[in-house]
């Protein structure tokens, strides 16, 4: 009986697998959905009525015995399978579909027959947070899928990152969708993963749509039911007139991760997006001279000199000096690094205390981002306002990984910092065997002193020196006997 079942529940795989191959049902309604084809999503809608015959033949709804598979599989690739509650690969249902095409009538008429208003798609968002979003944003959607019942539209419901439709609509400035959410009782205090509240995310005062003045005002009009301080109202439009915010919106979009909004805020278009795997591996493009407009020098000049409209460049930097490409390195978000350096970002900008992006990287160990940089040629051995290396940094917080690929691209490994401690020093200090067998393993030497006059095995623990000593005897005793032959 056991093989029975399983050569059903094969049979069952090889049939999904052929529904996939071919264009499915669920795809056909999605598509009349996209066009606004109301007749056809209706006609397809109505069809799956005949569903429940089929369910009221079977034993029971879950049943696999050979009547009810046949049934079942009769019905696999059939129109009248499809029902409001339908879902693609993505976990999309015909509700997203409408809500993020903008189809108002058919999302009226999705749940009037019962679509689901608060369905998740894979990626925690609701239709209402896909109305919300930049490029789908439709304030006539939006309210009807919030007017619709005010009672079972959650408008609070977070997604992955833990956003609700009102931080999006705030963080790409729609005004009319912000108030609608305001009016019908969405909480502005409400914090997303991030611990950031709807306000705090209002990074695009640019918009088309709203002045930043105007997007506090909103803010400040709902305030009146959602107990928003005046403070922080006129804390926000106080520093919306500094010059210096247009960066940290930039920045702190970097630190994030949203490549949208980044690209959005720098105004790269998918004109420049196309490019982006004919652009050559360096951070400036090499012309034939400064001002060359040649075929293949003029694409390049125009795409490099490009100024967005609120004056963001690529290599902006704020007040401590932190550039895109410093944000995007410390964060490790190796997508963003690629993306900025191939639209010219200076792999070797400084910050206030003279670290350029490798340095950040190797702190915090993002090892694809080093790659990255390493790819683009980053030096290595650059020291900070401490004296620290990228390869002093890595091995001060214990970062193998990190370390062993400075040294595959020929970091030095006997540099010092300020204090005189050089990459072994720190490994010995912080008790990591594995970092003081890899440098030594790579010429690091074990008689440098620091400005204590300590060498490294001066500064190990009584309890580490023990462990380490064997190490450097071995691999010191190792070298004489090389240095004799």
């Keep these: 009986e056991s093989d029975r079942l399983y050569d059903k529940l094969l049979l069952r ?4 697998l052929l529904s996939q191959m071919a264009t499915t049902p669920i795809d056909c309604l999605f598509k009349h959905i996209a066009s606004g084809n109301q007749e056809e999503v209706e006609r397809l809608l109505s069809q799956g009525d005949s569903d429940k ?11 696999y015995c050979d009547k009810c598979e046949k049934l079942v599989s009769g019905k696999l690739n059939d129109p ?3 029902t409001p509650f339908s879902r693609d690969d993505r976990g999309y249902t015909p509700l997203h579909i409408a809500a993020i095409c903008g189809q108002t009538p058919l999302v009226d008429l999705l749940v009037a027959k019962g679509a689901i208003v608060n369905a998740t798609d894979y990626h925690g968002s609701t239709p209402l947070h896909l109305a919300c979003q930049k490029g789908y944003q439709n304030v006539t959607c939006v309210k009807a899928l919030v007017y619709y019942d005010v009672h079972s539209c959650r408008l609070d419901i977070g997604n992955e990152k833990g956003d609700t439709p009102l931080h999006i609509a705030a963080r790409w400035g729609y005004q009319g969708i912000i108030e609608v959410l305001l009016q019908n009782g969405a909480n502005p205090n409400t914090q997303n993963r991030m611990k950031e509240t709807s306000l705090q995310c209002a990074l695009n005062s640019k918009s088309p749509l709203r002045s930043p003045q105007h997007s506090t005002e909103t803010f400040s009009r709902g305030s009146s039911v959602s107990s928003l301080s005046s403070a922080s109202i006129d804390t926000r439009q106080d520093e919306a007139k500094n010059s210096y915010k247009e960066v940290e919106k930039l920045l702190r979009a970097v630190a ?15 004109e420049d997006l196309e490019d982006e795997d004919d652009t050559v591996s360096t951070s400036k493009p090499e012309f034939c001279h400064p001002l060359c407009q040649c075929s293949k020098c003029g694409p390049a000049q125009k795409k490099f000199a490009r100024v967005p409209a609120n004056g963001l460049g690529v290599n902006v930097s704020n007040q401590d000096g932190f550039t895109p490409l410093h944000m995007a390195a410390l964060h490790g978000h190796s997508d963003l690094v690629s993306l900025l350096l191939k639209h010219g970002a200076s792999i070797s900008a400084k910050n206030a205390e003279h670290a350029v992006p490798l340095h950040l ?13 390493m790819d683009y040629n980053a030096k290595q051995n650059k020291k900070d306002a401490y004296g620290n290396t990228p390869l002093i940094y890595a091995c001060l917080n214990g970062h193998y990984e990190t370390t062993a690929l400075l040294l595959q691209h020929g970091a030095s490994v006997n540099l010092s910092n300020a204090k005189g401690n050089t990459a072994l ?9 594995a970092l003081v067998d890899l440098l030594l393993q790579n010429g690091a030497m074990t008689h440098i002193r620091n400005e204590r006059n300590c ?31």
């Design 13 to 16: 795989q090889r049939m999904n």
């Design 53 to 63: 015959d089929t369910v009221q033949k079977m034993c029971h709804p879950l049943c």
């Design 80 to 82: 009248s399978i499809i």
């Design 256 to 270: 994030d991760g949203d490549l949208e909004m980044v690209r959005y805020l720098l105004e790269w278009t998918e």
């Design 361 to 373: 990287a190797c702190q915090k160990g993002h090892s694809q981002v080093v790659e990255c940089l």
């Design 425 to 433: 020093h720190e490994a010995v200090i912080g008790k990591n065997e």
């Design 455 to 485: 060498t490294p095995a001066d500064c190990a623990e009584p309890v580490s020196a023990e462990s380490l000593l064997p190490t450097f005897h071995f691999l010191n005793f190792h070298r004489c006997n090389v240095t004799q032959m």
